[in-house]
């Protein structure tokens, strides 16, 4: 398979791809465009966190009324105006009147919501909100506070308990996160890891799509310009394939490892000021992994979309061809996001085990927790012998399909050209 050709083909593979505008630029902007996206998302976490609220308090109960403006009024946010708020009592059989009432300032907007605290409220704390915007976090996360601090003074009013034990059942409660490794101390967990979890899958995803897209597109290209019979009569259509993947990955790899040395030196040195919470908890080791994992994941997708680039004869029946790859590379991606709050549970575990998902979850399960070496070598194992069985099956299909022209082949002659010898 490897052969003086087969290097000769990764050569010109290098030279077309390393060297390129398009290799420059997208090195060089995916970053930017990374932190674009998160500074964009801050932005607007700020924007919508200072929106001047104007709220209308409604309740049935005189006692509720007095200790929430109480509560309310003595909020930061009420203090710098951010906040305002005014007190209505309205008998509980008369509110959907009332509501009626507000429903054309909450339309359009002059009212920004009706918050309804009922007398039942003190034993079910079931508070109602209404508002063109019922989904406004932002602002519950303002307003939840004073409310249960009211309902829980109100609760123990007749009861004899001191002000300091008011003071501490009205309190919320504070969680603060904990890592425990076997090989660390323990420490605070903070957002890097959830953070970095982000950013690396992320990365996988963007750059299988895009690295496979290239090189379905490129196979095409060759294929429709005869090029590749050039290509054929200097090197077999296992050495082509095998030259052309190879190069591809190893642009690749190239690309990926600039885009993480900020990382390593974030990981490795003192010259960036990061607060403490925002500092992922990671080994250098965990880069080598995942450069690694990359590589598997590489060479088993560029190679299918290499194979899919073979069959067709234009890029607009390509791209009917190549939709089940993207839900290969899609739906592992969304459950990597969703292992925030379940990477220890067992769909978890054998999602980070399943060939394909493994290559994306994975690394995102070994972020969030500490996954057992067995684990890690096991997906390693799967994802290698994986790609052998793909790299044989693309063998067959490549060497076939990339000197048919012509008619569009039907999926049922593609299967049949797995039957026949390599």
């Known amino acids: 398979m490897f052969n003086r050709r087969t290097l000769a083909i990764i050569k010109r593979e290098l030279r077309m791809k390393l060297f390129s505008k398009s290799f420059i630029l997208m090195t060089l902007l995916v970053p930017l465009f990374m932190i674009m996206i998160f500074s964009i998302q801050y932005f607007i976490q700020t924007m919508s966190g200072d929106q001047r609220a104007d709220l209308v308090i409604v309740s049935d109960s005189d006692e509720i009324l007095k200790k929430v403006q109480d509560e309310i009024f003595q909020t930061s946010d009420f203090k710098s105006g951010d906040l305002s708020a005014r007190i209505e009592k309205v008998e509980l059989n008369l509110f959907g009147n009332k509501l009626d009432e507000y429903k054309s300032d909450l339309i359009a907007q002059r009212i920004t919501g ?16 209404y508002s063109s915007n019922p989904n406004n976090s932002s602002l519950f996360y ?30 919320d409660v504070e969680i603060s996160g904990f890592r425990v490794s076997s090989d660390e101390k323990v420490a605070q967990e903070g957002y890097g890891n959830r953070i970095a979890m982000v950013l690396f899958s992320f990365l996988l995803y963007m750059a299988l799509l895009f690295s496979g897209s290239m090189t379905m597109n490129a196979v095409v290209e060759e294929k429709s310009n005869k090029i590749v019979e050039v290509l054929l009569s200097s090197a077999s259509s296992t050495e082509l394939m095998t030259g052309k ?78 939709w089940p790859l993207m839900l290969l590379i899609m739906i592992p991606f969304f459950i990597a996001l969703g292992l925030e709050s379940n990477s220890q549970s067992s769909f978890a575990i054998i999602a980070s085990l399943l060939p394909f998902a493994s290559l994306i979850v994975m690394p995102a399960r070994m972020i969030l ?40 082949p039907k999926w049922s002659e593609v299967f049949s050209w797995l039957k026949m010898s390599a």
């Open 245 to 322: 993947i190879f190069g591809t990955v190893i642009v690749e790899i190239i690309q990926m490892a600039i885009w993480l040395s900020p990382m390593v030196l974030l990981l490795t040195t003192s010259w960036f000021f990061i607060p403490q919470e925002f500092m992922p908890q990671m080994s250098i080791g965990y880069i080598f992994y995942f450069l690694f994992n990359y590589a598997l994941a590489l060479i088993t997708y560029v190679a299918l979309y290499a194979t899919v680039g073979a069959i067709f004869d234009n890029p607009q029946d390509a791209q009917s061809g190549v």
């Open 114 to 129: 009706v918050v309804f605290v009922p007398t039942s409220a003190l034993q079910s704390k079931e508070v109602k909100y």
């Open 369 to 408: 927790v500490e996954v057992p070496l067995w684990q890690i070598l096991l997906s390693c194992v799967i994802n290698i012998v994986v790609l052998f069985g793909i790299f044989k099956l693309a063998g067959k299909i490549y060497r076939i399909g990339i000197l048919l022209t012509g008619k569009k």
């Open 142 to 171: 303002k307003i939840k506070p004073s409310i249960n601090k009211a309902l829980v003074e109100i609760y123990f009013s007749g009861k004899q308990l001191t002000q300091d034990e008011i003071k501490f059942a009205r309190k």
